[in-house]
């Protein structure tokens, strides 16, 4: 990892509320992203930022459905990157009783982390597929690229 990119969101107008839950699971509050960039400035940074690069994170579905979602919200077209989950190479190659993030992480030998902290948790998955690269001595991420719809992104 040699650059990292961070930034919290202020939702819009009628997408704006706070569920407890999610409050209890990732620590943001409104009060923290009052004065935080709308996703139609941030996005463009992410855009500039990862430019044509491979996407990792340890849930593709997700994570690329939450970028999606907030595209779709802006008017935005979402990237067009190749995605890899670490979660479904962790299942395919680790023989464990869990395959969440944090439970992955330590079992490859990885530092702790804040776990839901978004960049705590993209560092997490950028190790691990560090860590699997090696161990398994993967030298082409192509065949482990997420397909979608048919089509590979």
Partial sequence: MVERF???VRPPAGLDYFEYRNIQVHGIYPED????PRWARVAGQVEDFIGDDLLVA???PFDRSVIEQANTVCGLEPPKNKWVC???LSKAHLDLTSHRLPSVSAHL???PFQHHDASADAEAAAGIL????????????SKHVSVRRGRQN
């Fill in 130 to 141: 560090l860590a699997l690269t090696d161990l398994l001595d993967i030298t082409d991420l």
């Fill in 6 to 8: 961070s930034s919290l």
């Fill in 33 to 36: 992203v009052v004065r935080a």
């Fill in 109 to 111: 030998g990885l530092s």
């Fill in 58 to 60: 340890h849930n593709v």
């Fill in 86 to 88: 670490t979660l479904r």
